[in-house]
């Protein structure tokens, strides 16, 4: 059974930093996309940063992109999400995902994956 546990979550005030953690279990995700999402209250989740397999494509929203870096530990089977910068704005529950299907490319379609961690709250107070 594939697994995804988001960890790293928090509560920090506007200019600081988090760093979100995403462990899979269960299979193997170093040929598949793997990214991360966000919803706030009352708001559609929404695409926030993505990394294909080994070395290629990365890519971020404009909303948070120069603030995050997404990155991969293909050994431990684990995604990140270094955050700084934050804002108020940031505010949501984040998402890890992954695509179940090797070398397909990813996207900033919600619908389009596969597999969903249970998401960890990020708060940023001003």
């Known amino acids: 059974q594939v697994q995804l546990v988001e960890s790293g979550g928090g509560w920090v005030q506007a200019g600081g930093s988090l760093k979100l953690s995403c462990a899979a279990s269960g299979r193997t995700f170093s040929t598949n996309a793997m990214g991360w999402f966000r919803q706030a209250p009352g708001k559609e989740r929404e695409f926030v940063a993505a990394?294909?397999?080994?070395?290629?494509?990365?890519f971020y929203s404009d909303s948070v992109k120069g603030r995050f870096t997404i990155s991969r530990d293909y050994a431990k089977n684990t995604v990140y999400l270094q955050m700084n910068s934050l804002k108020p704005e940031d505010t949501a529950v984040y998402y890890c995902t992954a695509e179940a299907t090797p070398y397909k490319s990813a996207t900033r379609d919600a619908g389009t994956y596969d597999y969903w961690g249970q998401g960890t709250q990020v708060t940023v107070s001003s």
């Open positions: 990394k294909n397999w080994y070395g290629s494509i990365t």
